[in-house]
């Protein structure tokens, strides 16, 4: 069973940095996309950033182009999402899903496995 546990959110002041964990266990996840979204009190939610496990190939949400970047390690089955000049709307719960996959889809249906989201609040 896959499963996958976040880590890292907090509360900051706008500019300042976090970076998000997601432990990833249970599969080998050769073949599989791992996506960053997150959800805002009383929006949908929506895709923040992803990463094709194999290829280490990246797409962003044009709201954190150039502020976030995903990345991940293989030896420890974890993929980050490092987040600079945080700014108050990216207030949100920040969740990791899995996707199996060789494209880096942007809506939250396509992804199998969902992590228990982790809350990030960045105040001005």
């Known amino acids: 069973q896959v499963q996958l546990v976040e880590s890292g959110g907090g509360s900051v002041q706008a500019g300042d940095s976090l970076r998000l964990s997601c432990a990833a266990s249970g599969r080998t996840f050769s073949n599989y996309v791992l996506g960053w979204f997150r959800q805002a009190p009383g929006k949908e939610r929506e895709f923040v950033a992803g990463i094709r496990w194999s290829s280490g190939s990246t797409l962003y949400a044009d709201s954190v182009k150039g502020r976030f970047t995903i990345s991940r390690d293989n030896t420890k089955n974890t993929v980050y999402l490092q987040m600079d000049n945080l700014k108050p709307e990216d207030t949100a719960v920040y969740y990791c899903?899995?996707?199996?996959?060789?494209?880096?889809?942007?809506?939250?249906?396509?992804?199998?496995?969902w992590g228990q989201g982790t809350q990030v609040t960045v105040s001005s």
């Open positions: 899903a899995a996707d199996i996959s060789v494209r880096i889809s942007t809506t939250p249906i396509s992804y199998d496995y």
